[in-house]
C-alpha cells in the first residue's frame, strides 16, 4: 500500500532499487501520472531482466504489487535467471497508510487506497518466491534475516 514503508524499507537496507515511480518520473516528467502504465511496468520488468542479465546480486521491485497475478512477472523473470524471488510483506493497517499518506507531498485519493486495500492479498511462498518476509516482524522462514520495521512513511 501507499504509505506502507516500502520505499523507506529499501533505503535503510541500501537495497538497489527499480521503482515504477522512479520511471514515470523519468518518462513522463511526473510521478502520479498512470497513462501509459503498461510501459512504465514494461519498462521495469525490461530493466529487472537487464540487472539480472549483468548478475547483479539483489534488486529491489519498489512498487505497489497487491495481487500474486502482479506479483507473478518478477517471479517469472527472476524463475528465467535462476535468481531467488523474496517478498517483504509490509502488514501495515489502512487507517495508519492513510495517515501516512495525508502527510505526503503526494497524496493518494483515499477512495484509491481503499480500493488499493480491498484487493490486497498477502504474498505466500505457494507463489514461487523463495522467501516471504514480513517486514513488521519475524520472518516467514527460517533462512529469512530478520527485518526492520520502516515506521516513516514510504
Not at 8 to 28: E, F, K, M, N
Not at 88 to 106: E, I, L, M, Q
Request: proline share 8%; charged share 30%.
Amino acid at each position: 500500500m501507499p504509505g506502507s514503508g516500502k520505499s523507506t524499507y529499501a533505503a535503510r537496507h541500501g537495497l538497489p532499487v527499480l521503482s515504477s515511480d522512479s520511471i514515470r518520473g523519468l518518462l513522463l516528467d511526473d510521478v502520479t501520472d498512470q497513462s501509459i502504465n503498461r510501459r512504465i511496468f514494461a519498462e521495469l520488468r525490461r530493466l529487472l531482466r537487464l540487472r539480472l542479465e549483468l548478475r547483479r546480486p539483489v534488486t529491489c521491485i519498489d512498487a505497489t504489487n497487491l495481487t500474486s497475478a502482479e506479483r507473478r512477472p518478477y517471479i517469472r523473470i527472476a524463475q528465467m535467471y535462476g535468481a531467488d524471488a523474496e517478498a517483504v510483506f509490509f502488514d501495515v493497517p489502512a487507517a495508519v497508510c492513510k495517515r501516512r499518506n495525508s502527510g505526503r507531498s503526494r497524496v493518494v485519493p483515499e477512495d484509491v487506497l481503499d480500493r488499493m486495500a480491498a484487493r490486497l492479498h498477502r504474498p505466500a511462498l505457494e507463489e514461487g518466491f523463495t522467501r516471504v518476509t514480513d517486514a513488521n516482524s519475524a520472518p516467514a522462514t527460517d533462512a529469512a534475516p530478520e527485518a526492520t520495521p520502516g515506521p516513516e512513511p514510504a
